[in-house]
């Protein structure tokens, strides 16, 4: 089925995908410490917090979840419009994974090179993964992999495959054992969060074309429009602005960091929304050398982020805390 002229072509892939499997968008992305200071502060690091807030710490770092951001511009330029019936107000952000290859450098040029990794018809939806690999400009070392999939209700029927292969980390279910959880971290978020959030690199009040700040929620969408102005929340079916879900998956991965140590990746599920304002909890356990880990809202007894893990440096995995 699928044109064996293409790269990554698969053969079980329709025509239709094959095709667009072959688009690769590459880009920069440069950034100094105050990026990765903006990133920190948006997922709630603290002015105490010197190591994540002050350049001139001697620690100093980004939060492991700042491979995020990078890869945002590319991911985001790939065309979906050969879906089917395709209708950017029926996407949904259903999954991040983002694995981190090597130390996050405190500023730099990077390059991402994005294409699709994976397309499921699912009959009345098409479910479609994204891969960007970042690399470091000069030396050329690799040093975020995301995997972003997107839902695009009514966009199915194009043939192809309906089950996607095992990816381990990025496709793994991240059940919770049947036990108290080892580390509970909760976190009130603040009013204004999503308006800080934002400055990472979605500034565009309509966000159209946006793959990854879309959110899914059990029955309706609402665009990354929702996160900041009134109006564009009523769209979604909210009567107030949501917070990004990438934010509260920096949040969880701030809570991972702080109870178990580093972790070379992390995988989340979009499960519901969150208001700013609201407290988030994190539940984890540790199961050998992986984080499973759910978050919910506090106030509403929702969870937010579910079959959702960690995988712990081999430091962090023997049992070393930050």
Known sequence: MA???????????????????????????????RDVILYNLGIGATETQLQW??????????LPTFGVIPQFSASSSLSLDWLPDFDLTKLLHGEQYLSIKAPIPTNGDLVNSARILEVLDKGNAAAVTIIVETR???????????????????????????????????????????????????????TSQAALYRLNGDINPLHVGNLLYS??????????????????????GFDKPILHGLCSMGIAGKHV????????????RFSGI??????????????????????????????VLSSAGASLTKKAATGAKL
């Open 3 to 33: 044109d064996s002229t293409s790269p990554f072509a698969d053969f079980q892939d329709s025509p239709i995908v094959a095709q667009a499997e072959k688009e690769v968008v590459v880009n920069q992305y440069s950034y100094t410490e």
């Open 53 to 62: 807030t002050y350049e001139g710490a001697e620690d100093f770092s980004a």
């Open 136 to 190: 470091e400009k000069h030396s050329e070392e690799v040093i975020f992999e995301n995997q972003s999939t997107v839902f695009v209700r009514g966009s199915g029927g194009f043939g192809g495959r309906r089950t996607g292969n095992d990816r381990g980390s990025a496709t793994a279910p991240n059940t919770p054992p049947e036990r108290a959880p080892d580390a509970i971290i909760e976190e009130k978020t603040h």
């Open 215 to 236: 959110h899914m929620t059990d029955e309706s969408l609402t665009l990354h429009d929702t996160q900041i102005l009134p109006e564009f929340a009523a769209i979604g």
């Open 257 to 268: 960091l702080q109870a178990f140590g580093p972790f070379q990746d992390i995988k989340v």
């Open 274 to 303: 969150v208001y700013p304002g609201e407290t988030l909890v994190t539940e984890m356990w540790k199961e050998g050398s992986k984080v499973v880990f759910i978050t919910k809202v506090q106030e509403r007894d929702a969870v």
